[in-house]
T-cell receptor
Framework: EIVLTQSPATLSLSPGERAALSCRAS??????LAWYQHKPGRAPRLLIYGASNRATGIPARFSGSGSGTDFTLTISSLEPEDFAIYYC??????????????FGGGTKVEIK | EVQLVQSGAEVKKPGESLKISCQVSGYTFTSYWISWVRQTPGKGPEWMGS????????RYSPSFQGQVTISADKSLSTAYLQWSSLKASDTARYYCVRQEQWPYYHFDYWGQGTLITVSS
């Protein structure tokens, strides 16, 4: 199973600041890495797919980078609605890989 | 418009069986994998398994293999997740999710979630 490790667990920042969230894979996932935003009581929302492609309707302040084992989600200037939990997710070699799909443990972006 | 509409919340006792549903609209049901994802408070999402409705090819996470059954009814454009004997540890919110096609297979559309509470 591919393990995704997200860091930091919590990021305390103020609106307007830049956020950089890390996701590291235990083995290469090429570019099969996505990022989701999750707020309490709501379904997760796709932000980034294919490591660096913004999903439809996602503001330009969200960007993704990386390939292989190291990935970063950057929020260039935090808006009040961006304070949430962020998860990375890998889908490398789907559907042939027996262990399938995995998520990281999440990074909570909270207001400082 | 793509929509995944899940069945309502359930309160069950340990040992009871349960089947929850996810009805899709706005796209060709048989052309995309549908996954089920478990979410518990304080923990990240967990992929449980996926089904390709065209041929019912089903894949399970090793953590959930044998614990749940995933199925689909093409005529109803509906996917299902079922338990034969619930445990208290199954208490969680469950999401059905559409997987986009090759090359990335990311989760692009999510249902609203079904809250399952298992308590004696």
């Amino acid at each position: 199973e591919i393990v995704l490790t997200q860091s930091p667990a919590t990021l305390s920042l103020s609106p307007g600041e830049r956020a950089a969230l890390s996701c590291r894979a235990s083995q290469s996932v090429a570019s099969s890495l996505a990022w989701y935003q999750h707020k309490p009581g709501r379904a997760p929302r796709l932000l980034i797919y294919g490591a660096s492609n913004r999903a439809t309707g996602i503001p330009a302040r969200f960007s993704g980078s990386g390939s292989g084992t190291d990935f970063t989600l950057t929020i260039s200037s935090l808006e009040p609605e961006d304070f949430a939990i962020y998860y990375c997710h890998q889908s490398s070699d789907w559907p042939s890989r027996p262990s399938g799909l995995t998520f990281g443990g999440g990074t909570k972006v909270e207001i400082k | 418009e793509v929509q995944l509409v899940q069945s309502g919340a359930e309160v069950k006792k340990p040992g009871e069986s349960l089947k929850i549903s996810c009805q899709v609209s706005g796209y060709t049901f048989t052309s995309y994998w549908i996954s089920w994802v478990r979410q518990t408070p304080g923990k990240g999402p967990e992929w449980m398994g996926s089904i390709y409705p065209r041929d019912s090819d089903t894949r399970y996470s090793p953590s959930f293999q044998g614990q749940v059954t995933i199925s689909a009814d093409k005529s109803l454009s509906t996917a299902y997740l079922q338990w034969s004997s619930l445990k208290a540890s199954d208490t969680a919110r469950y999401y059905c999710v559409r997987q986009e096609q090759w090359p990335y297979y990311h989760f692009d559309y999510w249902g609203q979630g079904t809250l399952i509470t298992v308590s004696s």
